[in-house]
């Protein structure tokens, strides 16, 4: 017999506002247990995500008190009722599903169903990733920045010669790095040092990162390790490989719905780590990138280092593969190749970029 998941919660019974800490348990249903008392017990298949935080989600049940709701932070417990409850994604007012939604998901979800079957699914993430077509990439890149915007606010910092000196780093990244997928590179107003690449080529660098660097280099090194996730696709990698079959067959037949959709995809993106792989990845194309353009790749190891390794919180992006680690470093240091190319930004433009939150003026 296996061990079942348990972990604590909050459970709120929809007749009173009380949090009430309670412990909860999955096996055939989902205990939910009060001072060992059992106070609701939950079919799977009844389990529908009501939202979630970057670290947190909310549950209601189709059966029983309607307006129950339990709150769950446990990442394993997250990620065991995600694979169980294979109605989490069900909306029960479902509309019919758009026919552009089904043309734009079907390609994966038919391919997908096949790898699941032939070859499991994380074999099928990486077959199928490079498949995917451009259009559906950014169809989900879009999902995710709702909610990212939703999570992190949506406050863009536009400071027009802030803006000028950001565009040309990523013009001049973009051109060094062969990008085929034209990246949407915006600075968001948050004072996390962070940066992080949705599906389909957005990227966000977090205002706090610019308040951290100590030089230009420090910035376009992160900025191209980001767009080395965009270069290798690893967003949409990453949630073929968490979907699981449930998702597969719901965006096959057309019962997940786009909203729902749009928060599975946000909890993937922004909660999953990428592989070691994916980030060494990421790492070679950041130095190939630094490299072409005649930059030196340590500042970006170090800005990495440094950001990362004091960060006590998780978070996406970046943060998700703190710390970073030693031998990341080391290899950012043995591969620097110099300073053989003028610089990417010139002090003003520099400058211009550090204020590009401040007020116009
Ligand atoms: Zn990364």
């Excluded at 947190?56 to 309607?66: F, I, N, P, S």
């Excluded at 968490?242 to 067959?249: A, E, I, M």
Aim: aromatic share 6%; charged share 25%; with cysteine.
């Amino acid at each position: 017999m296996t061990t079942q998941p348990e972990s604590d919660a909050s459970f709120f019974d929809g007749l009173t506002n009380r949090r009430r800490a309670v412990r909860v348990r999955l096996g055939a249903s989902l205990e939910i247990l009060e001072k060992d008392q059992l106070i609701a017990d939950w079919p799977l298949d009844a389990i529908r995500l009501v939202d979630l935080k970057p670290d947190a989600m909310r549950l209601r049940a189709t059966h029983g008190q309607e307006l129950a709701r339990l709150a769950i932070s446990d990442e394993a417990m997250m990620a065991a009722l995600t694979g169980s409850c294979v109605n989490l994604l069900v909306e029960d007012h479902t509309r019919k599903a758009s026919t552009a939604r089904i043309v734009l998901w079907s390609f994966a979800a038919a391919a997908s169903l096949l790898a699941v079957i032939f070859y499991g699914v994380p074999l099928a993430a990486d077959r199928l990733a490079p498949l995917v077509p451009a259009s559906l990439d950014r169809r989900v890149g879009e999902m995710v920045d709702s909610q990212v915007k939703t999570i992190f606010g949506d406050k863009l910092c536009t400071r027009a010669d802030g803006r000028a000196a950001f565009g040309k780093l990523v013009r001049a990244l973009e051109r060094a790095g062969n990008l085929d997928i034209s990246p949407a590179a915006e600075v968001l107003d948050s004072r996390t040092p962070n940066a992080i690449a949705l599906p389909g080529g957005r990227v966000y660098l977090f205002a706090g990162l610019l308040d951290e660097a100590q030089s230009p280099d420090e910035v376009a090194g992160v900025l191209a390790h980001e767009l080395g996730h965009v270069a290798h696709r690893d967003g949409m990698r990453m949630l073929i490989e968490s979907g699981g079959s449930s998702f597969l067959f719901g965006l096959l037949f057309g019962d997940v719905t786009g909203s729902t959709a749009a928060i599975f995809a946000a909890r993937t993106v922004l909660n999953a780590r990428y592989t070691r792989g994916a980030e060494s990845q990421a790492d070679g194309f950041a130095i190939a990138t630094m490299h072409a353009l005649g930059r030196p790749s340590q500042p970006m190891g170090e800005m990495l280092f440094r950001i990362t390794g004091n960060q006590r919180g998780r978070g996406p992006g970046l943060l998700a593969s703190h710390p970073y680690s030693e031998d990341r470093l080391a290899r950012m240091k043995a591969a620097d190749g110099g300073q053989s190319g003028p610089p990417i930004l010139d002090a003003a433009e520099w400058q211009a970029l550090r204020n590009i939150c401040k007020p116009e003026g």
